[in-house]
């Protein structure tokens, strides 16, 4: 059984959690594939929540897929379509399952999916969520009824540390961080300098606080210059994109998982954070490829 | 009420500004007018705008003469010159002649019965002087008019259903006696025959800028004289009689560099595949919001810095200009259908003959003198003041403000003499 | 379409007292015709012009609107003409939503002492109305 | 303010195709000072109308009237002989005019033919936003004045979520991001503490619908 | 309202008329119309004795509407407003049909001119039995003038209202009176010197009681309308609140250099042109005599009309006072002004060199020499290399820096390029969209010292034209909102181009300035709750005229 994702936390190893994508429909054999890879290799796999407001397999049941297939998963949970009601429910469920590991997420607009008149929820937000499940901790629901058997998970929160302007995330994150915020997964960095400017100020709030940096695998230039521009919060040094784009015809994908495993090898040398949650986003099965350029 | 009165010497459109504003404040005003109506030269030019105004003020000039209309105090002598005057301010005594109009402007109604009639040809003897004309009556042509040349013939007269027309009127002499003068004479178009090099007079298609006005405002549109055809290459050249001491004009001329480019702009509205070429020695594009306009024209117009020295006709539809072209520096020959000369403005030739008259003294380019240079009006007879374009260029806008300053300045030299 | 008799199209003008009006004196001083029918409605300026205005000229079987209004960057009140684009604009998309021809309402600028364009604006209107044939917004026989 | 939007014309004609007379009624207020109802409008739409029917062949005799607020029962009270001479009524009133009409008038049928649209103010002449979503329990105290219910496309209460880009919301480039806006307003007035408060999820039910509120008498 | 009874007065203009419009048809068709108690055709109505007997025919069969068809009313509009007037009517209760230049001129066939005549005058029937009385009134206005802006030209309009003996208050913002005309070194092509000009200006402004002027002295806040403007000045820290009649903006311009247009920053021995005019007022200041000099302007405002005469102008001084080199490049000598050809002419007789260039001069700075590069175009483009020991460049011609406070508290609109007055003909030379407001000098044209005189005199004299009678003739009402319809919505006072309209608070309502409004109809057209009515040209007139279609 592999290692509680919480004892890895602590462990003060550096930590590697990777994300799978659930199908929009049942055929998991893709999905089983991509857990069995990396179920081993990653300290805990995460398992997207309706990214981008587009309707797939849920977050809940490709998580207890995992626990299955004996990996650690981390349920990412969103606002956007459940109220207070479902998402306690969800949580007990989970627990019962084993899934100790969850991620508080605001969500995608509703409209940015593909159900554009769907009803968005939001009834809570991220932070309110993160106070949801230490309610439920100390054994009460969240309108303060005791619970007949409680649950304890180790809850985490992202955050985007190039978001311009920068002020308003860095409130957002301390109210995350006192809300009980055990780790943090963050939007996709590539500028060492400012994300080092971010840990400095995210140490200052609070020192033993897990932050893992967020690497999105860059598969050619415009990739990079899509995120640029349309990608919140996320800024691709040009150096960057000119090597992407010097790279020969066909081995772009080569390069970006080149530059992603010397950004990992990097943050690990200079210790600048805790770990790196990598995103392949359509790529899992690179992410093997990316763990060894980056020497883990 | 104030009992004075004021002699303003032309009906142009500074002339009508000087009257108004004195009329408004309760002067007796005489505007005496050479022509058969007021409103100057500007009456006759032509609206210049494509599809937005293009600010040349022509309109204002009907306007402004409606308003003289309101105004009973102005009281209007046409058909009439000064023969002498004397005395100073405060009291000055005035001769005028009043060449006979043969049509009473108080009983004409302009309703056309006599034109439909006249038997002249080939254009009639009794005609309207302008569709904004006032007085708004007929005048007969005298040395047009069969009658004045020997055939017995008074058809108008007799059809007349309102009595106005009279043959036998001859020149009267008017004596007045008015507190203060405003001389408000106009200019007079450099006559481009001048410039024999340049062909006006000699070739078809090479026309002044007074003459693209004539044709604008009857016509409506432009064709070149020779065919009829709409003009495909058209050329400007400008200072023609303008900033040139050899013919005794060292001054810019001010409006002809405006009035070019906005004929450009409504030649190539109405005939957009039509190139236009405007030859220039300094582009005047100072103004209001006319430095916007020119880097529009800029779009569609090309501008040569050069002025051609000579034109040749090969054929009356093929006009060749010569010029030097400082860019490549070399004499260049370019073909043209069309060829405008933005001719400038001039001192009337009879200038010299008024300033006999009244005394005062022409300045160094034949315009009216005026006392300091600071006060543009007062001359150097107390109480002779100038308005418009008898002292010195001016457009429109500009005319009518300085004839609004000299009416001020009556006004203030009165008062000050406590008259 | 015209069953023999020659369809005579009957267009509704808002003229402006500063310019179209003076324009149509201007025309007739120099006896230019243009077509007679032209029911010449005046009003202080083009920016007084209502919607309402252009609809129930419709209504009482005009074929076409215009609004005539002087040129822009010389209107008397400086936002008239404008103003009366816009509604222009307005009447276009309401006759479209009515199933009819926005072409019918239409905004053209002329001078005050420009009779001859006048004149040339009136023929040019005729004939479009012409083409278009009679509303089918008549009152029904 | 109410701000509401004329339905489009090819709806309206859908609602009254059977009627031959109907009576057109505006309203004084609010939908006259956003330009959708008022005695203007009617007129527009009436004679809108007639030319329709006429075009499709039929012919349809309209009434107008416009009353200062339709969302008063005397008021309302004014159009009672009027209505008696039609066979519907098409009120260009927000949903309140409509439903207080429709309620007093039982026996005629009542069409709307405005889309209410939300509470909001002028940005300039023309153009109207919505500045306030009626959520009943106001929230612009802890805001420096600006709503973030409304005027955030997820009605956070937390700050900003990750999707704002450069000040601009992730639904729409345009609109500003209300938590951006926020940020800076309490920046400048030095109160960026009630920012960095942890605020509770809102009690939606403040307002159960439809609301109600019961004046102490005055 | 009394019955109403219409007139209709038709003109033959001398039986030209008849010939081509059946005026006997017209008469019998018009006599069956609702409301029409007499219709008359006569000879010629302009002449008094038909004008007598038209009295007549009103007084007689007590007729209480006029309907005039005959010639334009351009010709004869007022004569016949007077008559309506003197046969004891509202001068407003007439109406005229243009059937002659627009009906009989220009329709040769005769049965559609008639047809078109009966609908003229139909329709000119139809609009005056629903007009309305609008009574004139005279009102009291305030014979005192605001000049805001203490420079040449304010002082001149000061002087010149002074001398029609209008009391002015002038202010200006700065501690001393003067502006521009104290940094100027010569007033080519005039002869007089600033110092001169500056001190008889000053001693006439200070020696006249009619002028009050306050220094270091700003408009705070303005209310009311032509005639009695209410406006409050701030004086160092004390608020003057004081009424005017009009007022005249006379704030000049301001100079602004921009070194990214010119790609180099100032310097020792680069300096703009008002840093050499502060330099040759004071000669002490200068610390070597340049050698050579180089004017180069057209790089950053190519239309202006001041960087042209103050370069003839300073290049002159130089040459005058130093004899030393002069250099002056260009792309078109702005020469259209009095006097100006010929200083011109004066300034190259001197000696000073000129180079018209098309593409910018390259300017390099070189151990304490500026070296220009520039492509001459009188040389067939040489590349022509000069070195200079002084370089003076232009400065862009700007507005005044708080114009757009200024504006936004007197609500005049801006025209081009931010100065004041909008581009409109009908504006010019020196009125703005609002009546009792004008403007003289920079701050609305671009114009040179002569052109800068003329202007003021012309705007003293329109605002003394206003008001020097201490009355000014409204038409009372012309245009009125209903207070009970009225939304309060705005929408009028938003629309309206001369803001002729207030709110009302107290009464709930908008308000019509009578003396300000100039009778568009715009904000009867754009009221949304149709509650305001223009007497002269309502809706219900405009609809009842359409019936006729």
């Known amino acids: 059984m592999a290692r509680s994702f919480k004892e890895t936390l602590n462990s003060g190893k550096f930590v590697v959690t990777a994300e799978v994508a659930p199908p929009k429909g049942t055929n998991l054999k893709k999905t ?257 490829d990316i763990m060894v350029a980056a020497g883990l | 009420m104030v009992n004075k009165s004021v002699l303003v010497l032309g009906g142009g459109i500074a002339g009508v500004a000087s009257s108004l504003r004195l009329a408004v404040n309760g002067f007796k005003v005489y505007l005496v007018e050479r022509e058969p109506t007021i409103g100057g030269a500007a009456l006759f030019f032509c609206c210049k705008a494509t599809e937005a105004c293009n600010q040349c003020s022509v309109c204002l000039v009907p306007e402004k003469i409606a308003e003289v209309k309101a ?349 | 379409m015209t069953t023999g008799v020659e369809f005579l199209p009957c267009i509704v003008a808002f003229c402006c007292v500063h310019s179209a009006y003076q324009a149509a004196d201007a025309a007739g001083r120099m006896r230019i015709p243009y077509p007679e029918n032209i029911i010449m409605v005046h009003i202080p300026c083009a920016g007084r012009v209502d919607t309402l205005h252009i609809l129930r000229a419709f209504e009482n079987g005009a074929d076409g609107v215009v609004i005539l209004a002087c040129h822009e960057g010389a209107c008397h009140h400086i936002l008239g003409n404008i103003r009366a684009k816009e509604r222009v604009e307005r009447a276009n998309a309401l006759l479209r939503e009515i199933g009819v021809d926005g072409r019918r309402v239409e905004m053209r600028t002329c001078a005050p002492n420009d009779g001859s364009r006048f004149a040339r604006v009136c023929h040019e209107l005729e004939e479009k109305i012409k083409e278009l044939g009679p509303s089918p917004l008549r009152k029904h026989a | 303010m109410i701000i509401a939007e004329r339905k489009p014309l090819e709806d309206i004609k859908q609602m009254i195709a059977q009627y031959k007379k109907i009576l057109l009624v505006g309203c004084g207020t609010c939908v006259t000072v956003c330009w959708a109802g008022g005695e203007k409008e009617v007129g527009i739409l009436a004679s809108q109308l007639r030319l329709a029917f006429r075009r499709d062949g039929g012919e349809l005799e309209t009434l107008e009237a416009t009353v200062e607020r339709q969302c008063e029962k005397e008021m309302v009270e004014e159009l009672k002989d009027k209505i008696q001479q039609v066979e519907a009524v098409l009120s260009l009133g927000c949903g309140a005019g409509v439903q207080t009409i429709a309620d007093r008038f039982e026996e005629t049928p009542v069409y709307p033919a405005l889309n209410t649209k939300f509470v909001g103010m002028p940005e300039r002449e023309g153009l109207w936003i919505e500045n306030c979503g009626a959520c009943g329990d106001c929230f612009l105290d802890r805001t420096g004045g600006i709503c973030p219910i409304v005027r955030c496309a997820k009605g956070l209460l937390n700050g900003p979520c990750g999707g704002t880009n450069k000040g ?38 403040a307002v159960v619908r439809p609301g109600k509120i019961e004046a102490q008498r005055v | 309202m009394d019955e109403v009874k219409i007139g209709v007065f038709i003109c033959n203009c001398g039986d030209t008329i008849s010939k081509s419009v059946d005026l006997l048809d017209i008469r019998a068709r018009l006599e069956k119309l609702a409301d029409v108690a007499l219709v008359s055709i006569g000879h010629d109505l302009c002449s008094p004795q038909a004008q007598q007997a038209i009295r007549k025919d009103i007084i007689d069969n007590g007729i209480n509407r006029v309907v005039i068809a005959a010639c334009s009313p351009q010709l004869y509009g007022d004569a016949l407003a007077n008559l309506v007037e003197k046969a004891g009517l509202n001068r407003h209760l007439l109406s005229v049909a243009n059937i002659r230049e627009q009906c009989s001129w220009v329709h040769p066939d005769k049965d559609k001119a008639t047809k078109k005549a009966m609908v003229q005058i139909r329709m000119a029937v139809d609009k005056v039995r629903l007009q309305d009385v609008v009574e004139q009134a005279e009102v009291e206005v305030y014979k005192d003038v605001l000049v805001i802006g203490g420079g040449i030209v304010g002082m001149e309009v000061a002087i010149e209202l002074s001398n029609l003996n209008l009391r002015t208050t002038l202010i200006e913002k700065e501690a001393n009176l003067g502006g521009r005309l104290k940094q100027f070194a010569a007033l080519y092509p005039l002869q007089v010197t600033p110092e001169e000009m500056l001190t008889s200006r000053l001693k006439q402004v200070t020696g006249s009681e009619n002028i009050d002027a306050l220094t270091s002295a700003g408009l705070k806040d303005l209310s009311g309308e032509v005639g009695n403007f209410t406006a409050k000045i701030r004086k160092g820290n004390e608020e003057i609140s004081r009424n005017f009649g009009a007022i005249i903006l006379a704030t000049g311009y301001e100079t602004l250099f921009l070194d990214k247009v010119y790609g180099f ?120 290399m000069l070195s200079c020991d002084l370089l003076v460049v232009e400065e862009k011609v700007v507005p005044h820096q708080d114009f757009a406070t200024l504006e936004s508290m007197l609500n005049i609109g801006l025209g081009p390029r931010d100065f004041y007055q909008e581009d409109n003909v009908h504006l010019y030379p020196t009125s703005s969209t609002k ?60 629309f309206c181009p001369h803001d002729a309209i207030r709110i009302d608070y107290e009464k709930k309502t908008a308000h019509i300035l009578d003396l300000a409004c100039q009778g568009c109809g715009i904000c009867a057209a754009v009221c949304p709750a149709k509650a305001i009515k223009f007497k002269d040209w309502s809706d219900d007139q405009i609809l009842a005229e359409l019936e006729v279609v």
């Not at chain 1, 090898?265 to 995103?279: L, S, Y």
């Not at chain 2, 006249?118 to 009639?124: D, G, H, I, T």
């Not at chain 5, 003293?460 to 008001?467: D, G, P, V």
């Open chain 1, 32 to 288: 089983v594939e991509h857990i069995d890879l990396l179920k081993e290799r990653v300290d805990a796999l995460n398992v997207t929540d309706n990214q981008s407001s587009v309707m797939r397999f849920p977050s809940l049941g490709t998580t207890v897929l995992i626990k299955e297939c004996g990996g650690e998963p981390i349920l990412q949970m969103t606002c956007r379509d459940r109220n207070r009601m479902a998402l306690q429910s969800d949580l007990l469920f989970a627990y019962t399952r084993g899934i100790r590991n969850v991620l508080c997420l605001t969500g995608d607009h509703i409209t940015v999916g593909d159900h554009k008149e769907a009803r968005a929820v939001f009834d809570l937000d991220s932070v309110q969520l993160l106070h949801l499940v230490r309610t439920m901790e100390s054994g009460k629901d969240f309108s303060g009824n005791d619970l007949d058997g409680g649950v304890e998970f180790c809850a985490g929160a992202v955050v985007t540390p190039e978001a311009d302007p920068i002020e308003p995330q860095l409130i957002k994150f301390d109210k995350k961080v006192q809300a009980g915020a055990g780790f943090f997964q963050t939007q996709a960095v590539y500028d060492m300098d400012n994300f080092k400017r971010f840990m400095e100020y995210a140490h200052q709030v609070d020192r033993n606080i897990k932050i893992l940096a967020g690497m999105v695998l860059l598969a050619s230039a415009g990739a990079a210059r899509y995120m640029n521009e349309q990608v919140p919060g996320v800024f691709v040094p040009q150096d960057l994109i000119d090597e992407l784009r010097s790279a020969p015809k066909g081995t772009a994908l080569r390069k970006g998982i080149e530059i992603t495993g010397r950004l990992i090898r990097q943050i690990k040398e200079e210790a600048i954070c805790d770990g790196v949650h990598i995103m392949a986003i359509g790529r899992e099965e690179v992410v093997p």
């Open chain 2, 71 to 419: 105004q009973p105090q102005i009281s209007l002598l046409t058909n009439s010159q000064v023969a002498e005057i004397s005395g100073q301010v405060g009291d000055f005594s005035v001769r005028l002649i009043q060449r006979p109009r043969f049509v009473d402007p108080e009983k004409c109604t302009a309703c056309g019965v006599c034109a439909e009639l006249c038997p002249s040809q080939p254009n009639k003897a009794i005609y309207l002087p302008s569709p904004q004309a006032l007085p708004y009556a007929y005048a007969i042509d005298k040395n047009n008019c069969l009658h004045f040349n020997g055939v017995e013939c008074n058809i108008c007269s007799q059809e007349c259903p309102f009595g106005a027309i009279d043959f036998d009127r001859s020149p009267e002499k008017i004596e007045l006696s008015v507190d203060a003068i405003i001389i408000a004479t106009g200019f007079d178009v450099f006559n481009a025959k001048e410039k024999g090099c340049l062909g006006y007079g000699r070739y078809t298609n090479v026309l002044t800028g007074l003459d693209l006005e004539r044709k604008f405002s009857t016509q409506g549109s432009i064709t070149l004289p020779s065919s009829g055809k709409a003009p495909q290459n058209v050329a400007f050249i400008q200072c023609v009689g303008s900033r040139d001491v050899h013919i005794g004009n060292g001054y810019c001329s001010q409006i002809c560099c405006k009035y070019a480019m906005r004929f450009a702009k409504l030649l190539q509205y109405q005939h957009p595949e039509t190139k236009i070429t405007i030859f220039y020695m300094d582009l005047q594009t100072a103004g209001k919001g006319f430095g916007e306009f020119y880097q529009q024209c800029k779009e569609t117009i090309r501008f040569v810095r050069g002025i051609p020295v000579e034109i040749s006709e090969i054929s009356p539809d093929e006009l060749e200009v010569k010029y030097e072209d400082f860019i490549e520096g070399k004499v260049a020959k370019e073909i043209f259908d069309l060829v405008i000369l933005s001719v400038g403005i001039t001192p009337r030739k009879d200038s010299s003959n008024i300033a006999r008259i009244l005394g005062i003294n022409l300045g160094e380019w034949g315009f009216f003198d005026t006392q300091d240079h600071l006060d543009s009006t007062e001359t150097n007879v107390e109480g002779i003041f100038v308005a418009g374009t008898c002292h010195g260029p001016k457009d429109i806008p500009e005319s009518i403000a300085h004839g609004a300053q000299a009416a001020s300045k009556v006004i203030q030299t009165l008062a000050a003499r406590g008259i």
């Open chain 4, 168 to 205: 601009k919301c992730e639904v729409d480039p345009e609109k500003d991001c209300a938590w951006t806006l926020i940020y800076r307003r309490l920046e400048k007035q030095g109160r960026l503490d009630l920012m960095r408060k942890y605020y509770p999820p809102r009690n939606f039910q």
């Open chain 5, 265 to 384: 920053e100032l310097g020792d021995n680069i300096i703009t042109q008002s840093q050499l005019e502060g330099m040759l007022k004071s000669p002490g200041e200068i610390k070597k005599i340049p050698q050579s000099v180089g004017f180069v302007f057209d790089i950053c405002d190519e239309h202006s009309r001041i960087s042209t005469p103050s370069t003839l102008r300073n290049a002159l001084v130089i040459k005058e006072r130093f004899g030393s080199e002069v250099y002056v490049l260009c792309r078109n000598l702005q020469v259209d002004g009095a006097g100006l050809e010929k200083l011109y002419q004066d300034v190259r007789n001197k000696g000073v060199i000129f180079f018209k260039f098309e593409r910018f001069p390259k300017v390099l700075r070189e151990n304490g020499k500026i070296n220009i590069q520039v492509e001459d175009l009188s040389m067939a483009r040489e590349q022509v």
């Open chain 5, 435 to 494: 009546s009792g407001i004008f403007f003289a000098g920079n701050c609305h044209q671009d114009l040179d010292l002569g052109r800068a005189l003329t202007d003021a005199s012309n705007a003293a004299s329109e605002a003394y034209q206003l008001i020097s009678s201490g009355k000014m003739r409204v038409e009372v009402e012309r245009v009125v909102v209903d207070p009970d319809k009225c939304a309060l919505c705005l929408t009028c006072l938003r």
